[in-house]
């Protein structure tokens, strides 16, 4: 995940101390703290989304019980996990919900919800406030009728915004999870206005993963990635200017970091590039397997939400500390020490301090190799020599 905002102008938000803090641990976010989980509660979903990398429907699945999940809590506590970002399928769906997040937030940990959004009425709104939920993320792909036919749902938009309206009436902290692809790339512009106009403070611009059913979308090309790139930037610099607090992120291709770092240095902001030098070299890169984790409605852990045909272990059988910080399977020992492995522009490029070989599934969903480079990676071969 990078932070345009704070690249950018320095601005501080929560999550900046985990993703902007050197750490020589190989196992966590920092020194003495563990890595942000993303667990999916549930496959169960009432949309059909076609990007979605879980493959969710509206099937029942042998997930987690209730009993498993606060033990998995417990787990992830004496783990020193910061945040569990409740995901899914649309995590709403289990009755526990409430319950569990609660009993995250009494463990020390950040409960934080990744939505679709079409369940929250004004009294959801007020009770994932009161439970202490710091976030709440409501994914949108697109205005209108676009976000309808990629979600598979007539009316999903119109459900969605009734959702971020009442978070937004209560005070519950909310912002926009939109997945860039080849159908809704055009829509960039009038999402920045969208999050102005419903006075939303965050929003997280997801690169496409070629994960599930993300595997039959189409992606952007890498020159019109740049041309998104240029978009974000724009607008979160004319958001600056005019005094409007947005926290603006990228998420799933760490080349967005290195760019803003390149356009710095092609306006001759030596100052600015300087800084954003040191927040991307303090940052890493990708840290699937180091920082991130992800744990699947049956209870199997995978390096990231995208990643579920790599599985390291089962939190009914083993705690979860203990399966991250094992060292018996191969990709788990990979990514924790993964520059040697990388293959192609990636094992040359003089930026992989601040990349780390970018995202891994992307490489192997498309040469069929979990090290060779990652094919989203759009900056140009002179760039990175």
Not at 38 to 55: F, G, I, P
Request: contains cysteine; hydrophobic residues 35%.
């Amino acid at each position: 995940m990078i932070s345009v905002t704070k690249l950018l102008f320095a601005r501080d938000y929560y999550g900046d101390r985990l993703r902007y803090t050197r750490s020589h641990n190989p196992n966590g976010a920092a020194d003495g703290i563990g890595p942000v989980v993303v667990w999916n509660s549930t496959k169960t979903c009432n949309l059909r989304c076609r990007h979605c990398y879980m493959e969710s429907d509206g099937r029942k699945y042998d997930e987690l019980s209730t009993a498993e999940a606060k033990k998995f809590i417990d787990d992830l506590a004496d783990f020193n996990v910061p945040v569990l970002l409740f995901s899914g399928g649309e995590p709403l769906l289990r009755a526990d919900f409430f319950d569990l997040a609660s009993y995250a937030a009494s463990k020390k940990i950040r409960p934080t919800l990744s939505t679709n959004g079409i369940l929250i009425d004004r009294a959801t709104a007020q009770r994932i406030k009161d439970i202490g939920v710091g976030y709440v993320g409501i994914s949108l792909d697109g205005l209108s009728d676009v976000n309808d036919k990629f979600r598979g749902v007539e009316g999903a938009y119109a459900r969605a915004m009734r959702g971020i309206e009442n978070c937004v009436a209560v005070g519950q902290r909310v912002g926009l999870r939109f997945t860039i692809n080849r159908h809704n790339f055009e829509e960039l512009d009038r999402i920045f206005d969208f999050i102005e106009e419903h006075q939303i403070n965050r929003v997280c611009f997801y690169h496409l993963v070629y994960s599930g059913r993300g595997r039959t979308v189409e992606d952007i090309t890498p020159q019109e990635t740049r041309r998104a790139m240029d978009i974000i930037i724009a607008r979160t610099e004319d958001f600056e200017r005019r005094g409007l607090e947005k926290e603006i992120l990228t998420v799933d291709n760490h080349c967005d970091g290195i760019y803003l770092y390149l356009k710095a240095l092609e306006r001759g902001d030596r100052d600015g590039a300087a800084r954003i030098k040191n927040f991307i070299d303090l940052n890493g890169g990708n840290r699937s397997g180091i920082a991130f984790g992800e744990v699947d409605p049956l209870g199997n852990v995978h390096p990231d939400q995208f990643t579920q045909h790599h599985t390291f272990g089962n939190v009914r059988e083993k705690k979860f500390g203990d399966i991250w910080s094992g060292a018996g399977h191969p990709i788990l020992r990979g990514l924790k020490d993964r520059k040697k492995l990388l293959k192609g522009r990636c094992s040359t490029c003089r930026f992989l301090e601040n990349c780390n070989g970018n995202f891994r599934t992307r490489a192997e969903a498309v040469t069929g190799d979990y090290w060779q480079s990652d094919p989203a990676c759009y900056l140009t071969d002179e760039e990175i020599r």
